[in-house]
């Protein structure tokens, strides 16, 4: 009875064991397929992130090649950045010096500019300077309105057009004659060499060489331009032996030169009057000159007009004596011609109606052509 009992509880309990695991296996297998499931999921899972890990490795071996590169153009860059900031230290010492030339430049230029102003201001004086000699020279060429009111300018002038111009010819012989008459010139040796004006001339009662074929020139001007005389001609005298020529007359009186007759010079209409100064002699300290005038039909405006006063005939205003033509008797100066200023016969010096043309250093040279350099001289600064 007990081993039966025995028995059927051993049976139970195997029962209940059997039912126990049965559950238990059950539970397991459930919990193992879902473990199997879990694991296939972790495996795609872990396939997944193998590849994404994978595409993740090689965008980071991209990105480390890229980082390698981009290192190396940094450290290019930075290379090129020392490069540059050494020479951005030498331009900068470049600027700098560069500066300070500047600035020395901007002193040296307000220092130029002021030069320059300076030099303007006296190119306007000096060309001022210049305008009144030229002038001079214009208003001493012919007797002004002024110089006429004078009463014995005025006798004069009109004893010249009544008895030095016979049958529209001007006697030049009777010039200085009627001068000494009316006038009271006379040679006057001078102890500084100048140039006086007309006024002056008169006031003085005569003068040089110089003052009396100013004088004369100045005369034959005034005539050339009178309505009255415009259309006289002009004659000299040279030596002739046996003749007679006829200085000035009066109803009872004549004067004359013994052996002289008359040299025809031209019309006065077609003639220009000017000053002409030659060398008489020249020692080793000094040379003597004399002035005479001259009449040509090139009329003297530049010095280019002096090339064509060949044949220009001069006279001795002192006497009206004929001398002889420029281009034969006596030549202009020129550069050809060594120490021309010294030479005897040579002129050296020419007073034109507005300007004084002087030969110096090989060259002719004159007031109006100075104003043309003090033109040119204006414009370049």
Aim: glycine letters at 4%; a negative charge; hydrophobic letters at 35%.
């Amino acid at each position: 009875m007990s081993k039966q009992i025995i028995g059927l509880g051993l049976v139970f309990l195997l029962l209940i064991l059997s039912l126990y695991f049965f559950l238990e296996s059950n539970t397991l297998k459930n919990e193992n397929t879902k473990l199997a499931k879990n694991i296939n999921e972790l495996n795609n899972s872990l396939t997944q992130t193998n590849k994404t890990l994978a595409q993740t490795n090689n965008s980071l071996n991209q990105k480390t090649h890229q980082l390698e590169e981009t290192t190396n153009e940094l450290f290019m860059v930075n290379t090129k950045l020392n490069t540059t900031k050494n020479q951005l230290k030498e331009k900068d010492a470049l600027l700098r010096n560069l500066t300070s030339n500047l600035l020395e430049l901007e002193e040296r230029y307000q220092n130029l500019n002021k030069t320059v102003c300076d030099l303007k201001n006296e190119l306007s004086s000096l060309e001022d300077g210049v305008h009144d000699y030229v002038s001079w020279f214009k208003n001493n060429s012919n007797f002004s309105s002024d110089l006429l009111n004078n009463e014995d300018v005025f006798s004069f002038v009109r004893e010249i057009k009544k008895k030095c111009v016979d049958a529209g010819v001007l006697n030049l012989a009777c010039l200085p004659f009627v001068m000494e008459k009316k006038l009271d010139f006379r040679y006057i040796d001078e102890d500084e060499d100048k140039l006086y004006t007309l006024e002056e001339i008169i006031h003085n009662n005569g003068g040089d060489c110089e003052d009396f074929s100013i004088f004369t020139m100045a005369s034959l001007n005034y005539l050339k331009n009178d309505l009255t005389t415009k259309d006289i001609e002009l004659d000299s005298w040279v030596t002739k032996i046996g003749s007679k020529f006829t200085i000035y007359q009066t109803d009872t009186n004549y004067w004359y030169l013994n052996d002289a007759e008359g040299h025809y010079l031209g019309d006065l209409k077609n003639l220009n009057p000017s000053v002409f100064c030659y060398i008489i002699q020249c020692t080793t300290d000094s040379c003597e000159g004399h002035c005479v005038v001259g009449v040509s039909e090139t009329e003297l405006n530049t010095i280019s007009d002096l090339e064509d006063l060949t044949e220009a005939n001069l006279f001795e205003p002192q006497s009206g004596k004929y001398l002889g033509k420029i281009g034969s008797s006596y030549i202009l100066c020129n550069s050809a011609i060594e120490n021309c200023d010294k030479e005897k016969n040579h002129v050296f010096v020419i007073i034109g109606h507005d300007d004084l043309y002087v030969f110096r250093e090989g060259n002719w040279t004159s007031y109006k052509y100075y104003l043309g350099v003090i033109d040119k001289l204006k414009k370049e600064i």
